[in-house]
């Protein structure tokens, strides 16, 4: 089974930026499509970015979008998510996660699909 554990959330003023950082241990990280979710008191996670096995095929949320990038690395077993031009409703707990998936290229973007979650860093980005 995979763990999780997330780093580098913190509080910034809007339009700074953060990367968090998502360390994989337990083995065959390769072999998991990734994630990254966040989730504020009161609502539902909800999908942020998803990067495929092996890198190659992305995609993010519509807020999002421009502003963020996933990336991993296979053979450090971690994935990143790069945030720029923060606002202050990019607020909430971040979550990274992992899902099995088949095909190298699959990528994941419900809940569901993804069944180990590390522990969430809290992101505060303050106008």
């Known amino acids: 089974q995979i763990q999780l554990r997330e780093s580098g959330g913190g509080s910034v003023q809007a339009g700074g930026s953060l990367t968090l950082s998502c360390a994989a241990s337990g083995g065959g990280f390769s072999l998991y499509a990734m994630g990254w979710f966040r989730q504020v008191p009161g609502k539902e996670r909800e999908f942020v970015a998803t990067v495929s096995r092996n890198g190659d095929i992305t995609d993010y949320a519509d807020s999002v979008k421009g502003r963020f990038t996933i990336s991993r690395d296979n053979a450090k077993n971690s994935v990143d998510l790069q945030m720029n031009d923060l606002k202050p409703e990019d607020t909430a707990i971040y979550y990274c996660?992992?899902?099995?998936?088949?095909?190298?290229?699959?990528?994941?973007?419900?809940?569901?699909?993804?069944?180990?979650w590390g522990q969430g860093t809290q992101v505060t980005v303050s106008s």
């Open positions: 996660a992992a899902g099995r998936a088949g095909s190298i290229l699959t990528i994941l973007i419900v809940t569901s699909a993804y069944h180990s």
